[in-house]
């Protein structure tokens, strides 16, 4: 880690509420289904990744909370993590100012409903940051799970116009990056959004303990 700055890691989450989740997943498998699908990948991605912490501490912990007004709510959020509100506007909105606002050092940010997230792709991320201004994880659709930025020597805010929820979701964002600056790629890991990716998870989770 460079002396003086550290690193952020920053897990988008929504208030786990039955019918307001992973609605097009709601609609393929039921809304109860989605909603307990997000409540075990919520904990467990916040468990995996705010596990790394102790004496040798590699990023710092942060959970940006949607709606805003759940940023207290008890027995929802685990410990160990600043939590900070979302705000309003689009996703890239939301994340351009999060991004902008936290104190020095780079940024990475992952939502909270990607099962395979590990603590080896944020260590992965952080390290493609001190050779490159930007590193991203790529979704199967086009889209991408994880974006990091290094925020040296400024600011630069990637995520206008892009169309999110689109497979030019990545390459939109890609070609708001300043000329010269350059990004890496980390591996493909599928988010669960609908019916067919939700069986390839079950399917992956058959026998585990």
Known sequence: MTRGLSNHLVVFAKTPRLGRIKTRLGRDI????AWAFYRLTLSSVLRRLGADRGGDRRWRCWLAVTPDSDIHLRNTWPGGWW???Q???DLGA???RLARALPPGPVVIVGADVPAIRRHHIAAAFKALGRHDAVFGPAADGGYWLVGLRRRPRFADVFAGVRWS?????SDTVENLDPGHTHALLET????????AYAKWKKGRRGRP
């Open 30 to 33: 039921g809304a109860v289904a």
């Open 166 to 170: 689109t497979e030019h979701a990545l």
């Open 94 to 96: 939301r994340m351009g």
């Open 87 to 89: 705000g309003e506007g």
């Open 83 to 85: 939590r900070v509100n």
């Open 189 to 196: 890991l599928e988010d669960v959004d609908g019916g067919e």
